[in-house]
């Protein structure tokens, strides 16, 4: 949802150590779509594989990003959160979400020891984090704040739609530049649920 690094913007060299792999730059802007119902059909069909596979290491997989949010306008491409007992254990998760077209592809020991895997058909971008991460807590208190808001949740969307027309040289730049709007709308979010626990 935002920087790993809070609200300051990453470094190409700090992306670098982060990404696991080769580094893909962008090469067009960035590509949104209106909101679409088959994207909860997607996440819902994705979440189920993801538990059969990992069985009961797998403590929660929520529908997390603008595709999980009626009515705003989304890259076409669904973010999960997982849950497992400790992220930093790939041993316990990585393999099995391999055998189902998953590439670990981010490693963050330093912000909440976050995993990203990505998927390319369908595509989602399969985030891991411990039980009991505060952030996690916080990206589905974003969520939810937008689901029922009209106001911020159109706020959000012209932001977006403002800055997918510039050009990136990653998508991470791209995630770093909507930071400051994110957490405006997170202030008032937490006014109304200052002890955010959704789970």
Not at 10 to 36: C, F, K, M, S
Not at 48 to 77: D, Q, Y
Not at 129 to 137: Q, T
Not at 156 to 167: D, F
Request: charged share 25%; glycine share 6%.
């Amino acid at each position: 949802m935002t920087s790993s690094q809070g609200q300051r913007a990453l470094t190409e060299r700090e992306i670098r150590n982060y990404t696991v792999g080769d580094l893909q730059p962008l090469t067009g802007q960035i590509q949104t779509a209106d909101y679409n119902p088959v994207w909860s059909e997607i996440f819902r069909r994705e979440a189920e594989r993801i538990r059969r596979v990992l069985g009961s290491g797998a403590l929660c997989a929520e529908h997390t990003g603008s595709t999980a949010v009626p009515g705003l306008a989304a890259k076409p491409v669904i973010d999960i959160a997982l849950v497992v007992a400790d992220s930093a254990a790939e041993e316990t998760y990585v393999a099995g979400q391999e055998s189902i077209g998953y590439v670990l592809r981010i490693r963050e020991p330093a912000w909440f020891e976050h995993r990203m895997l990505k998927k390319l058909e369908p595509a989602i971008n399969l985030h891991v984090f411990s039980l009991g991460c505060p952030e996690l807590d916080r990206i589905l208190v974003f969520r939810e704040w937008l689901q029922n808001s009209p106001a911020d949740r159109e706020l959000y969307a012209g932001t977006k739609r403002n800055l997918a027309k510039l050009e990136w040289k990653y998508v991470q730049n791209y995630a770093d530049a909507k930071c400051g709007i994110i957490e405006k709308i997170m202030k008032r979010a937490l006014k109304v649920s200052p002890n955010p626990n959704p789970r």
